[in-house]
Nanobody, 122 residues
Framework: HVQLMESGGGSVQAGGSLRLSCEIS????????MGWFRQAPGKEREAVAA????????YVADSVKGRFTISKGDAKNTLNLQMNSLKPEDTAIYYC????????????????WGQGTQVTVS
């Protein structure tokens, strides 16, 4: 059974858009927060966006602010990341994640990880 499973990655030209979706098992969907991390070659894994379940508020990293939007999907038990105006520096493996505490931006506090989906911007 799926715990967290990303989809929607692929290759896109600079300036283009992609929409990532994360299918999340029901027992994880009520976590304190859920979000997206990414890891580019040679770089540390970093938080890009988070959604806080209790308040329905969101966080978006400065590097993607104004371009990326995190939201719950129309389909139940999904979390989406709409990525517009993509840049080559957005190239990375994107991971869906869920945490039970903290600011949902700290890797060590993540309890559940998806397997990742590759996003390549050229």
């Amino acid at each position: 059974h799926v715990q967290l499973m990303e989809s929607g990655g692929g290759s896109v030209q600079a300036g283009g858009s992609l929409r990532l979706s994360c299918e999340i098992s029901l027992y994880i969907y009520s976590s304190y927060c859920m979000g997206w991390f990414r890891q580019a070659p040679g770089k540390e894994r970093e938080a890009v966006a988070a959604h806080y379940t209790g308040t329905a508020t969101t966080y978006v990293a400065d590097s993607v602010k104004g371009r990326f939007t995190i939201s719950k999907g129309d389909a139940k038990n999904t979390l989406n990341l709409q990525m517009n105006s993509l840049k080559p520096e957005d190239t990375a493996i994107y991971y869906c994640a869920a945490a039970s505490s903290g600011n949902c931006k700290t890797i060590s506090l993540v309890r559940y990880w998806g397997q990742g989906t590759q996003v390549t911007v050229s």
